[in-house]
């Protein structure tokens, strides 16, 4: 049998003290190496098998990094890569988000508006130095999620469980506790934007009438602010919730309001009226141009057919002057006559009376009436006579 050598003094242990111990390593080898070897082959499962695999969600982007380093962005589909700590997937949401901003003051028990203190209560200043709250809603949307992730002050995972993170809250070097990331580069780029444009605006415009233009050109400063920073987001949308002035002023306001209002209600009245008023003079005038256009046209030709018939008659006249005077006469006569009622006499030049009745009585039948009727005549000629 070989004899077992001393570790210690290097010589040859002959009474056989060490067997056991050394027999007890021999197993914690083995048990060793058998841990080892499963370790191993959980480690090739784990590489080989799904934790390097990954599928793309919709409305949703995908960043994978090599030891920090990133190597690619996936937009659809199903990928699979080394997982860590080798590459990292970091989800980033690519749908329409919402964020809600609020220029507004703390809400004060009692109901009144209190004073304004900068730093608690969040206003504007208009540019003619008059102050207003208001509220937005701003839509926007990732387009290059590697910018937006690189740029903005990310979380390391920027989505899990299928939602946003919120910004991650830090504490700076004078005990200011605060919040950075996506939502908090947003919200301050807003504000700037807000504050821009209201600085040159007037209360009445922000106010009244001109709110819509007000918001429309704060979303183009907003709009140009984003498109400056390059940090990969595209505002779809910004949305003016409520303005309004401070509950301190509210009454004030109202009165303008109200004033604003039966202003612009009697200016519409006085509006419509006009209309009503040149819609019927222009009616009239053309009513009256008809009118004067028939006249006209009645009268030319009334013109038209005198004209005919004297020129007719001049010239029956050269031809048989006497003839044409008679018969004239004798026409004017017969209608001077139609248009008397009752009884006519003439008169001859003289100056002698003479009794014609040109319109006698209606003969009855019978021999009376005859008989009168012919003795009516025989007076008038007797006394004509």
């Not at 003094?9 to 080892?36: C, H, I, P």
């Not at 018969?327 to 248009?339: F, P």
Request: with cysteine; aromatic share 10%; charged share 20%.
């Amino acid at each position: 049998m070989e004899e077992n050598r001393s570790v210690i003094t290097n010589e040859f242990d002959r009474s056989g003290r060490y067997d056991a111990g050394l027999k007890s390593l021999a197993r914690s080898l083995r048990v060793a190496f058998l841990l080892l070897l499963i370790g191993i082959i959980a480690t090739l499962i784990y590489f080989v098998s799904g934790a390097g695999y990954f599928s793309v969600e919709p409305q949703e982007a995908v960043i994978v990094t090599r030891f920090g380093r990133i190597v690619g962005t996936f937009t659809t589909g199903g990928h699979w890569f080394l997982p860590y700590p080798v590459n990292q997937f970091i989800r980033v949401k690519t749908s329409q988000q919402l964020l809600e901003i609020d220029f507004a003051a703390e809400e004060n028990p009692s109901g009144e508006g209190g004073a304004l203190q900068p730093g608690r209560d969040n206003y504007i200043i208009t540019g003619d130095a008059n102050i207003v709250h208001s509220s937005w809603t701003i839509a926007y949307r990732v387009e290059n999620p590697e910018k937006y992730y690189l740029t903005l002050l990310t979380p390391q995972f920027p989505v899990a469980n299928g939602q946003v993170v919120p910004d991650e809250e830090f504490t700076d070097a004078d005990g200011m506790v605060g919040t950075r990331g996506p939502t908090t580069f947003l919200r301050n780029l807003f504000r700037q934007a807000v504050i821009n444009v209201t600085a040159e605006s007037h209360v009445n415009d922000i106010l009244y009438a001109g709110q819509s233009t007000y918001s429309e050109e704060v979303r183009r400063e907003f709009t140009r602010l984003i498109t400056g920073s390059d940090c990969g987001i595209v505002i779809e949308n910004v949305g003016l919730n409520r303005i309004y002035p401070p509950v301190k002023t509210k009454a004030a306001f109202e009165e303008v309001t109200s004033a604003i209002n039966a202003s612009s209600a009697m200016r519409n009245e006085a509006l419509a009226y006009r209309v009503a008023q040149e819609n019927e003079a222009v009616s009239r005038s053309a009513a009256i141009i008809a009118d004067a256009d028939a006249y006209k046209q009645r009268i030319t030709a009334q013109l038209g057919a005198q004209s005919a018939y004297f020129n007719k008659i001049y010239e029956q006249h050269i031809l048989h002057p006497g003839t044409l005077t008679m018969a004239l006469y004798t026409d004017m006569l017969r209608e001077v006559a139609a248009a008397i009622q009752g009884d006519k006499f003439l008169l001859d030049s003289s100056g002698r009376a003479l009794w014609l009745r040109i319109n006698p009585e209606r003969r009855s039948s019978g021999a009376g009436s005859g008989t009168a009727g012919s003795a009516d005549n025989a007076a008038a000629s007797q006394e004509g006579r």
